[in-house]
């Protein structure tokens, strides 16, 4: 039966690659390869061909006065899946004879967004220079004495760390790696479960066969190749070969300028250990105490622009046009994002939520901010987060809502799958059992007591990492809380919009406070407009458009700035 999983996240899902292993019996990365040796390993999703990983190994070299081991890679990927644009992504990657990372540079492109990773390790640092839509960030990440480098669907790299560290028993091992995902150290386990031979191009090749936390399976021959790869839970297969691939070049993001409008500071909120770093902006003009506004971002790891894995959600452009209205603005990076730092392991939603108090009571004491004259804007997941805050702390000004869910996060995934299979041409008794099977085993995870992955279907144990946030969330109820509000409170939502509904969600959420007879409350839906408040091309609104070069929609940016000066300005 085919199950197809959905979420709120903006930070779009691409496909699971791993690489890792301790180093033994001495090999070196010289051993394995020769000057100008290739390889190709080709995806592949349901007997599908979705795109391929080419790697070459151009050989030793001098690195900062260290000797080095160059590569250079490229990978492909057709629209498929949770990602309906093609993806694009080229690097260079400089090791140790160990295997060990000293520099990666990775450039991306998914429809018309590019990004630029750039990572150079030394002395248990990785400072990590990071171009995004043109927003510019300067990361230091603290390394463990031993770590390697991933890097998503880099098929290329794993090869190299897996055939450095081929394991000779069955001892389940844990090392660390630096992703340039998500831009933080995670652990990755594997374990060897049994050996293989096959029959490759009139040759007998054996190997070993290795199971990963992942929940991959990994074939890597003796000479430390690796042959396949499988994710059962999707149904892919990445396996190598000697098929040609296309050759291309991805052109750098150009760094954005800052606007010379405004002045702007650096911040840190500290609270325990989490800090979450972020940017104040205001006229350069502007003197006094100001009406102030933080931004509280959606679902998905996204940084104080609003950049998330190759998606501009526009966030940049709402804080500064609100900005050059007069407003003092507050953008931060998420938990886990850009230069903010803290536990991300059963991280969840009222951790989330923590955060965002803090980042208010910050506010609140800035010398250049009015406190009677703060307000609140949340998007998405972050329109369920305004009302919590509001509720605690009364002295906010005003909330806005833009695109916030009216009902519980499972019926929100429930209808994205129903959306997504209605795609599919999937439809009467099979949706229907496929839909049901999706919302019980939601309600399963979101849901108390223990649960034995073994008892859940594959593609559904991934959401146990996230169990905490799912719980978290089952414990609200967005219509309620909202009803306890007392500041004024706008409603945005665009009339096109697939991730969430204005009938099911944006209406509800104004029956509340019609219903509580709240003082001072509007509902706008722009008709058009999707979730990112941006144009649709056409009748309805796609994913893949979430990967074009669009502007936020001038009259919604209007309709905020006017509504939030009359609501904060002086009594």
């Known amino acids: 039966m085919r199950r197809v999983l959905g979420s709120l996240a903006l930070l779009i899902a691409v496909l699971p690659c791993a690489l890792a292993a301790a180093q033994t019996a001495g090999r070196k990365v010289g051993d394995l390869y020769q000057p100008g040796e290739e390889a190709v390993w080709i ?34 990927l057709a629209p498929s899946g949770p990602l309906p644009v093609e993806q694009r992504y080229q690097a260079e990657l400089w090791t ?46 603290d390394l463990p004495e031993t770590v390697f480098l991933q890097a998503n669907n880099f098929i290329g790299y794993f090869e190299v760390l897996l055939a450095l560290a081929a394991p000779i028993d069955e001892t389940v091992r844990t090392v660390d790696l630096v992703s340039t995902n998500v831009l933080r150290v995670i652990p990755y386990r594997f ?33 430390g190749r690796l042959i396949r790869l499988e994710v059962a839970a999707q149904k892919l297969v990445i396996r190598r070969s000697d098929e040609p691939v296309e050759a291309f070049e991805i052109e750098a993001p150009a760094p954005r300028r800052p606007d010379e409008r405004f002045s702007s500071r650096d911040v840190a909120i500290v609270r325990g250990d989490v800090t979450i770093a972020g940017t104040v902006t205001k006229p350069k003009e502007a003197e006094g105490r100001l009406p102030a506004v933080f931004f509280i971002s959606g679902s998905g790891l996204q940084d104080r622009n ?14 500064d046009h609100l900005t050059a209205a007069g407003f003092l603005v ?4 998420d938990r886990g994002a850009g230069g903010s730092a803290g536990p991300m392991s059963n991280l969840g939603y009222d951790d989330l939520v923590a955060d965002a108090l803090a980042c208010v009571d910050f506010l609140f004491e800035q010398d250049d901010v009015d406190p009677d004259r703060v307000a609140l804007i949340g998007h998405s997941e972050g329109g369920i987060t305004a009302p919590l805050l509001a509720a605690t702390r009364p002295r906010i000004a005003a909330i806005v809502l833009m695109a916030s869910t009216g009902r519980s996060l499972v019926d929100v995934i ?33 849901g108390e007591g223990e649960i034995d992955p073994a008892d859940l279907p594959e593609e559904f144990r991934a959401l146990l990492a996230n169990r905490k946030w799912l719980q978290d969330h089952a414990r609200q109820d967005p219509v309620e809380n909202l009803g306890r509000v007392q500041c004024p409170v706008l409603v945005l939502q665009g009339a096109l919009d697939f991730q969430v509904s204005p009938e099911k969600d944006a209406a509800p959420l104004a029956a509340a ?3 509580a007879e709240h003082r001072d409350h509007e509902l706008h839906v722009f008709p058009g407009l999707d979730h990112l408040f941006k144009k649709v091309e056409g009748e309805k609104s796609t994913l893949a458009e979430y990967f074009t070069e669009r502007p936020v929609d001038a009259e919604f940016l209007e309709t905020l700035a006017t509504w939030l000066g009359d609501k904060l300005k002086p009594r």
């Not at 150079?120 to 230091?140: F, I, M, N, S, W």
């Not at 479960?193 to 066969?209: H, L, N, Q, Y």
């Not at 950049?307 to 804080?319: K, P, R, W």
């Open 306 to 319: 609003g950049f998330s894995s190759g998606v501009d959600t526009g966030t940049h452009e709402i804080l």
């Open 96 to 141: 140790d004879d160990s295997g060990r990372p000293l520099r990666h540079v990775l450039d991306a492109k998914a429809g018309v967004s590019t990004s630029r990773v750039e990572i150079t390790v030394a002395a248990r640092k990785a400072a990590v220079h990071l171009v995004q839509g043109g927003a510019v960030r300067d990361v230091e990440i």
């Open 330 to 333: 507050l953008r931060v990076d």
């Open 414 to 446: 429930v209808d994205q799958n129903a959306l997504a299979l209605d795609a599919a041409g999937v439809a009467g008794e099979e949706r229907a059992e496929m839909l049901a099977e999706v919302r019980r085993n939601l309600e399963r995870v979101a």
């Open 191 to 223: 374990n060897r479960v049994d050996e293989f031979a096959e029959e490759i191009d009139g040759r007998t090749v054996k190997g070993v066969v290795l199971e990963d936390s992942f929940g991959e399976t990994i074939h890597l021959s003796d000479a």
């Open 43 to 76: 995806f592949e999703s349901g007997g599908k061909r979705i795109g391929e990983h080419w790697q070459r190994y151009e050989g030793p070299t001098s690195l900062l006065g260290l000797t080095a081991h160059h590569f250079s890679a490229r990978t492909r």
């Open 513 to 515: 406070l019609d219903h």
